[in-house]
């Protein structure tokens, strides 16, 4: 069995004391002469501005503010996640993966292989003393649209086994909980679960939530 953690993270510490629950309004005004261009809508989340915001404060040993409601758009603190919740997209290259895993699992071609692969990402991460961007893919289709429901949590602490392994979870949308996780479980070679490519995968969250798929994502800190 292997344990790791990220010293001195702790969601109910480390984390936003607010949920990922927002307003309906504009990420980003655009002004120009006579005229206010919205991009982006809120509404649908912050998961990875909030996310990235929070390893940003946990790495320079800076407290979250410790509001238990969200920050008003034109803020500093929304200004804060704003900007970095249009970092963690990578130029669409993020958004872009969670199509191609959801598009993947919807045809079957989701494999143990491609599964691990992403775990040990995450693993190394947190091997490596840093936070372990997750993406939880949470439905499966090729319908950009259906990138709302996806979710960007913060793995801080491991376990994994052979088959088994667990990913201790920031998670914005249940904001002081420092006991919610991600369980993967991976069929044996001689087990009778199997998928059209090899040993089934088994992924959940314990809040309850679908899980389709796990992915390591990039992070940059923010100096």
Do not use: K
Not at 24 to 42: D, K, M, S
Not at 115 to 129: F, I, M, N, S, T
């Amino acid at each position: 069995m292997r344990l790791h953690e990220l010293p001195g993270f702790l969601p109910s510490t480390s984390g936003f004391r607010f949920a990922n629950r927002w307003p309906a309004g504009p990420v980003f005004e655009l002004h120009l002469p006579y005229l206010r261009i919205g991009i982006g809508e809120a509404a649908d989340g912050l998961c990875g501005g909030m996310c990235f915001a929070a390893a940003d404060r946990f790495l320079r040993a800076e407290a979250v503010p410790q509001a238990s409601e969200p920050p008003a758009a034109g803020t500093p603190l929304f200004r804060e996640i704003a900007r970095r919740q249009l970092d963690s997209l990578e130029l669409g290259r993020v958004p872009a993966r969670f199509w191609w895993a959801a598009a993947r699992v919807a045809a079957g071609r989701w494999s143990a292989r491609d599964q691990v692969r992403e775990w040990r990402a995450l693993a190394a991460d947190l091997d490596a003393g840093r936070p372990a961007m997750a993406g939880l893919v949470r439905v499966a289709g090729i319908d950009p649209l259906g990138l709302t429901a996806d979710h960007q949590v913060i793995g801080f602490a491991y376990e994994a086994s052979a088959r088994n392994a667990m990913l201790r979870i920031y998670d914005p949308n249940h904001p002081r909980d420092d006991e919610v996780r991600v369980e993967l479980s991976i069929g044996g070679e001689d087990s009778t679960e199997r998928g059209p490519t090899g040993p089934a995968v088994s992924l959940a969250q314990s809040s309850g939530e679908p899980l389709l798929a796990l992915l390591q994502l990039p992070y940059r800190e923010r100096r």
